[in-house]
């Protein structure tokens, strides 16, 4: 072949990357994309260089990139950048100068000595020019946090490795949301790699529409603890939570190995391996940092579900949103099926949420811009949580209580878009008393026993006093008149 003429077998409109100059810094970069799969073009003007990259069958040409017409056929608009990698700057300058004259808009990182050729690079129209100095500079830094980032994935590594022949028990909080069940099959993949048995097992129930469409859809294997002999398992691990029965139904005594959170934990936790980062949005984020520290690429599937995980978590990054769940999400956006997430997002409603959110509907009062309503007896108390999402669409409100009684409890589900509500701080200074509370500013539940409302037999009865003492607690703790019902029907 000759100079400048690229191979018939080229599709010379796909590549993303330009790569100028193949010496050390140059095959570094090209071997570093290719890692990551991306579709890169070289030229160097010496030949040994350019026959050993094609002998790693990587598409290059020989030539004088300062002279354009070598490599002509590439599309420039098509590509993601142009690497100006010669150890020359005036080569550099001069090529960068040529593709200027083609091209304006293209990325172009130019190599650079010191600050004098750096700034002659970038008025040639170099958009970022790396020089020694700098390049130290960041990554002594970057190496300083991935050196944090490889011993916790190592020791992690180490704790899973020890469990053997064993199996490893996987555990979450009760009724597992997508965070904690995206973080189990992580923590389970990472246990197969190295040969390790593992287990997801919860307690609860998987309710929300959207979690059942999960686990069903991408067929995740999750056992209920109440079916589990946990005298099985050799080691325990626990994910999105840190501490068994706390907010959880885990046997107390469960003595866990692996410890694995965003949330800050509520007293200090023993476990062999402790890893809460108070600096994600979501477990699930976290996880994905180990994917990425074993060099694992993630199953389309465990993609989804990770990536799920995190937008859920963090509300489509809307709240707890740190940094490394943007870096998290975009490593996995590539192995996400799309289609998979639009299924989880609209599954079909179940009859007893559909009940749920008929009762709510119907019976919705409001005041002033707060909706109470009571979606009567209810079956899954995931219900009330989507009833009160639902219901915060309507126009002019923006808190949503919505409550319902499953067996010997009163579930309450609310839900907050004014910036000056924190309804769960409403919910917990009206119902701490009486049952359990909780939450954040935008959601938060609580439960109360029926007990409190003493034996009355007749349900309708047991309704209406229930309502009219949720309503009541609510509205003097949030400061609004009851009679500013302006509506029922
Ligand atoms: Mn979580």
Request: hydrophobic share 40%.
């Amino acid at each position: 072949m000759e100079p400048g003429e690229l191979g018939s077998d080229v599709h010379k409109k796909d590549y993303e990357y330009l790569v100028i100059g193949c010496g050390s810094v140059g095959f570094r970069v090209i071997r570093e994309l290719a890692k990551a799969r991306k579709k890169i073009f070289a030229i160097d003007i010496s030949k040994e260089k350019i026959e050993i990259l094609r002998e790693q069958s990587y598409d290059a040409i020989e030539g004088d990139a300062t002279d354009i017409s070598n490599y002509s056929d590439i599309d420039f608009d098509h590509l993601k950048a142009v690497l100006v990698l010669t150890p020359d700057p005036e080569v550099n300058r001069k090529v960068i100068q040529e593709i200027r004259k083609r091209n304006k808009a293209v990325f172009i990182v130019a190599r650079g000595n010191d600050t004098r050729t750096q700034e002659e690079l970038e008025d040639a129209g170099a958009d970022v020019v790396l020089t020694p100095s700098t390049v130290m500079a960041t990554s002594a830094i970057n190496y300083l946090t991935r050196i944090e980032s490889v011993r916790r994935a190592k020791e992690l590594m180490h704790v899973i490795e020890g469990v053997r022949d064993g199996k490893l028990a996987i555990l979450t909080h009760d009724n597992p949301d997508p965070d904690a069940i995206s973080s189990a099959m992580t923590l389970k993949e990472i246990a197969e790699k190295v040969g390790v048995r593992a287990e997801i097992i919860y307690f609860g129930d998987i309710g929300h529409e959207e979690n059942k469409a999960l686990v069903n859809i991408l067929q995740i294997d999750m056992k209920r603890g109440k079916d589990v002999d946990f005298g099985e398992f050799t080691k325990f691990a626990i994910v999105d939570s840190s501490r068994p029965g706390v907010n959880n139904t885990i046997p107390p005594d469960t003595p866990m190995s692996i410890v694995i959170d965003h949330h800050p934990p509520p007293q200090e936790i023993e476990a062999e391996y402790v890893d809460i980062r108070t600096d994600a949005g979501a477990t699930a984020t976290i996880m994905t940092k180990y994917l990425q520290e074993f060099d694992m690429i993630p199953s389309r599937e465990l993609a989804t579900a990770l990536f799920f995980g995190i937008i859920t978590e963090t509300d489509e990054f809307r709240r707890n949103t740190y940094p490394s769940d943007f870096t998290a999400a975009a490593f996995l956006y590539p192995y996400v099926d799309r289609e998979i997430i639009e299924k989880i997002e609209t599954p079909s409603l179940s009859a007893d949420t559909l009940d749920a959110l008929g009762m709510a509907i119907l019976n919705r009062h409001i005041y002033g811009s707060y909706l109470i309503s009571n979606a009567g007896v209810i079956r899954d108390k995931d219900a009330l949580a989507q009833a009160s999402d639902y219901l915060l669409k309507l126009e002019g409100i923006t808190t949503v209580i919505v409550f319902g009684i499953a067996k010997d409890h009163i579930y309450i589900s609310a839900r907050n878009k004014d910036i000056r509500v924190n309804i769960g701080d409403i919910l917990k200074r009206a119902f701490e008393d009486v049952g359990s509370a909780g939450g954040h500013p935008h959601a938060a539940g609580a439960q109360i026993p029926l007990g409190v409302f003493g034996e009355i037999s007749d349900k309708e009865s047991v309704m209406k006093l229930v309502e009219e003492v949720i309503t009541k607690r609510i509205l003097n703790i949030a400061g609004v008149e009851e009679k500013q019902k302006a509506e029922n029907s």
